[in-house]
């Protein structure tokens, strides 16, 4: 086989990023070596001669639409296995995320009703019930009226001893004032 360059690359691949026409190079060259394999098989291992590998050629270079198309199915069909992976991937996502927020939404709901259970009964501890309040409150009138007892006690006391204080005082002073030959006072004239 001559080494003539094979124009059937730059008939199928019309760049680098070209993967369609590169899948149909590929089963071009696939074929290629199925036909050699297959003349071996054929003729006691001997290979395929230059004018029989002319006339593959020239099968091949009428068959390009095919290889296209062939490549074409290839691609889409790795595509959309990929396309089918990534939303059955998107789906689990979706679904553990889902779980994740189930999870997430339970345990806050935990944490509300147990912060909520705290606050009712710091509230009962630092509260108190209707009896102990109104047993309160008749304690603090109780002990007011006490108060009151006392206060009134001690002002009728004290009201005794001024009186007695100033009824000794003012006669006294009343007599070291005046004069020896005027009036003098006793405690019956103060008292009259």
């Known amino acids: ?59 091949a270079l009428a068959s390009l639409e095919r290889y296209k198309k062939e490549g074409k ?15 059955e991937r998107s789906q689990e996502y979706k679904e553990a995320f889902k779980s994740i927020a189930t ?8 944490i509300n009703g147990s912060i909520k259970k705290d606050i009712e009964d710091i509230i009962k501890e630092r509260t108190f019930s209707g009896w102990a309040t109104l047993g309160l409150n008749v304690a603090g009138t109780f002990l007011f009226s006490i108060i009151l007892i006392i ?3 001690i002002l009728l006391t004290s009201q005794r001893d001024i009186k007695q204080f100033v009824d000794s005082v003012v006669p006294h002073q009343i007599e070291s ?7 003098t006072y006793t405690e019956e004239t103060v008292n009259k």
């Open 1 to 59: 086989m001559p080494n003539d360059y094979n124009e059937i690359y730059d008939k199928l691949v019309q760049s680098d990023k070209d993967a369609v026409g590169l899948l149909a190079y590929g089963i071009y060259k696939r074929e290629k070596r199925n036909h050699i394999i297959q003349h071996k098989k054929e003729n006691n291992n001997i290979p395929p001669t230059d004018a029989e590998m002319r006339e593959f050629k020239t099968f």
């Open 177 to 183: 004032v005046a004069p020896s030959d005027s009036v």
């Open 73 to 87: 199915g290839v691609f889409l069909e790795c595509v959309g296995a990929a396309v089918k992976e990534e939303l």
């Open 103 to 110: 999870t997430a939404n339970s345990k806050i709901n935990d």
């Open 151 to 153: 206060l009134y006690v």
